[in-house]
């Protein structure tokens, strides 16, 4: 390393030397961060994936791929789908959760960007504060709310959906409420963002064309709140697809989810190079989400400002 | 054995405290404890204190895995005591984590009962001295399902096809039951009698009442919020709760059911690097004191195995539920120690049976 920038230094004069130690000085701690705490741990898991898995849980050479095979459902006791109907449930579970989450803030982040300037900042602080207080206190206060003789309960029992004696939680509703719940502030700030810079003469200008309303939002509202919409989705989905505490609690073990199923292999189920495996096919399953997200961003008429 | 939640967030402040420790650890008048949570009278600690002029710290866990994943993350050289259950005593001892006990030093282990003496997990109590004992068993609300005595509240559709219930979180004892309502016992280990519980688990799982599995404590809760009808909680814990708050469980009540319910055995073993093995044998030996061991069931609320203690004891806790009867005692079981190939085949039935 020294002798390449010495060779830099040489070849470039002191200018540019000042700027690479300038440059180096301030990009180094970042880059320290991520390959100490994400590119190293990333790679030791990895390896852990593909190692056998011992007496006690502790993993083992030699390499194998018994824990892709076993995270496919083929265990010693013959092929079963348990792990298969985890994975799916997490895609379905987040892609529902993300599309009600859309579907309310976009409205929402809207309807507060036409508020008068001086009310903004407070309608943004209500839709933010519930997040100031622990996800779990807040999943506890969801089990009360969903609890058996509880109004919300009662009313599902008298719509004959659920069981006068049961309450709505555990179950997959739950978790998918818990979610929104949770993830709603990560999709209107982003959002919000977008419509406070909406150019609205665009807008008219499509009117004055006589757009017909669906028009109107396709081509001229829509492509300017790409961005945001994106960045929301990004940032709703990857953390509702991960997620550990709320079907946890919600779900009651009705629900789980992949990372539930990490957590149980690292933790009571003492199987760590299958805990690795599923880390590592939700990491791809994340990257992949990523990469169709792009493509519809670009679909959809997004342009470059639309970071992905 | 009470545990409370057992979210992440508990883990990461137990992650970070034990960062803080290791500097400290080394000194010599400083005995670390890693032991259940609500499982020990302050006034023993501070008496302990008092009596060797030591500083004691403790440590919780939650779950007997969360335990063991920390003593083998380095935790092995950072706490003196454990207290394990009995199906994990095997395990600790196969993997190294913990350390043979000097009986010279431990001369109240005599106040034991001979029963608790040479204990199946641990011949000859080698590494291991009772700490307290106690049943884990069926909790129901007699006035929503009448008079229970079977686990059919939760198995049979046609008993109970409406009141929610719960299964208790730990695999081995959820298996051990449907066993022993499939009529296999509760130490069932043949593999066939294993998938013949899970598929009951998960036929049990498909059905609305169901409430999902939850540890021994929450549930306790959960049956007084009316959240579920029957459940599976600690002996101990329910006396514990119901004299809390006797309104709440005026109709909740603790049996074990005629299939058969497991019994267990929380013990104390040294860990093998600990930081301070002396000071660790002075502790047990004073935990095996006669006055000690009742004033420390008096305030846990489960029996102790301590049977120069027995005088001391409140008379609660020398009937059932604390002390089964005779009767009961019959249908009581050790959950087995499982290892190898065992506990591989038994690890992935649960783990499919909670993932489908």
């Known amino acids: 390393m ?38 190293l741990p990333s790679f030791y898991l990895m390896s852990i994936a593909f190692m056998s898995n011992g007496p006690y849980g502790l993993p083992e050479l030699p390499l194998t791929l018994q824990s892709f095979r076993e995270l496919a459902g083929f265990g010693f006791l013959g092929w079963s789908p348990g792990n298969l109907y985890t994975l799916a449930r997490s895609v379905w579970q987040t892609l529902i959760a993300t599309v009600l989450v859309i579907l309310i803030a976009y409205p929402l982040a809207y309807y ?76 209107v700030l982003p959002l919000y963002a977008s419509f406070e810079r909406l150019d609205g003469e665009i807008v008219q200008a499509a009117h004055d064309l006589y757009a017909r309303p669906i028009n109107v939002f396709r081509h001229s509202i829509l492509p300017q709140t790409l961005p945001g919409l994106m960045a929301g989705t990004v940032l709703v989905s990857i953390p ?55 493509r519809l961003g670009q679909r959809l008429g997004g342009g470059k400002e639309v970071v992905l | ?84 259950s009995n199906y994990f005593v095997p395990r600790l001892i196969e993997t190294g984590l913990v350390q043979e006990l000097d009986h010279s030093k431990l001369p109240n282990l005599d106040n034991l009962y001979p029963r608790f003496l040479d204990p199946s997990f ?36 046609e008993r109970n096809p409406e009141n929610p219930f719960s299964l208790i979180s730990d ?22 009698q294993w998938k013949e519980a899970a598929k009951l688990i998960i036929n049990t799982k ?14 306790l809760q959960q049956i007084a919020q009316g959240n579920i009808d029957a459940g599976m909680s600690y002996n101990g814990d329910y006396l514990f709760y119901a004299d809390e708050d006797p309104e709440a469980y ?38 095996l004191d006669a006055e000690v061991g009742a004033q420390l069931s008096n305030w846990t609320w489960y029996s102790s195995p301590n049977e120069a203690a027995k005088p001391m004891l409140d008379e609660i806790l020398l009937e059932a539920p604390a002390t089964p009867t005779d009767e009961q005692m019959e249908r009581v079981h050790f959950t087995p120690s499982l290892k190898g190939q065992q506990l591989q085949t038994f690890q992935q039935l649960w783990t499919d049976v909670q993932s489908r």
């Not at chain 1, 590592?280 to 990523?290: D, E």
């Open chain 1, 2 to 39: 020294s002798s390449l920038l010495a060779k830099r230094k040489s070849a470039s004069g002191p200018g540019h030397w000042g700027q690479t130690t300038h440059l180096l000085g301030t990009i180094a701690p970042g880059i320290l961060w991520i390959v100490f705490f994400l590119v």
């Open chain 1, 112 to 187: 507060i960007s036409t508020q008068p300037a001086s009310r903004r900042p407070l309608m943004l602080l209500i839709v933010v504060v519930p997040s100031w207080t622990n996800q779990v206190i807040r999943a506890f206060g969801w089990m009360n709310i969903m609890s058996p003789d509880a109004p919300l309960s009662d009313l599902a029992a008298s719509a004959g959906l659920i069981s006068s004696e049961m309450g709505l939680f555990p179950s997959n509703f739950a978790v998918v409420l818990g979610l929104v719940y949770n993830f709603l502030p990560f999709m």
């Open chain 1, 240 to 294: 509702a697809f991960g997620m550990y505490v709320i079907p946890e609690l919600l779900g009651g073990g009705k629900s789980m989810m992949v990372g539930n199923l990490v957590a149980s292999q690292f933790a009571e189920a003492s199987n760590w190079p299958l805990g690795a495996a599923a880390a590592l096919i939700m990491i791809l399953a994340t990257l992949g989400g990523l990469m169709v997200l792009r």
């Open chain 2, 1 to 84: 054995m009470r545990p409370i939640i057992k979210p992440m967030a508990t883990s990461l402040l137990a992650a970070l405290a034990l960062g803080g420790f290791t500097s400290a650890q080394a000194q010599e008048d400083k005995l670390f404890i890693f032991n259940w949570s609500q499982y020990m009278d302050p006034e023993i600690i501070e008496a302990f204190e008092e009596k060797h002029d030591v500083e004691v710290v403790e440590n919780y866990y939650n779950s007997l895995p969360e335990m063991f994943s920390k003593l083998r993350a380095g935790g092995k050289s950072q706490y003196d005591i454990i207290v394990p």
């Open chain 2, 122 to 157: 641990d011949p000859g109590n080698k590494y291991t001295a009772a700490y307290q004992w106690g049943t884990t068993g069926l909790i129901y609300n007699k006035e929503e399902l009448g008079e229970v005595d079977s686990w059919d509240v939760m198995f049979d559709e």
């Open chain 2, 171 to 192: 695999g081995q004892v959820s298996m051990g039951i449907a066993c022993a309502y499939l009529g296999h016992g509760y130490r069932c280990q043949d593999t066939e």
């Open chain 2, 206 to 219: 498909g059905r609305n009442n169901f409430n999902g599995f939850a540890d021994g404590t929450p549930q």
């Open chain 2, 250 to 287: 005026e109709n909740v009540e603790f049996t074990i059911p005629k299939e058969g319910a497991e019994m267990w055995v929380d013990s104390m073993m040294i860990t093998s690097e600990a930081p301070n093995p002396d000071l660790a044998h002075k502790f047990i030996n004073f935990i």
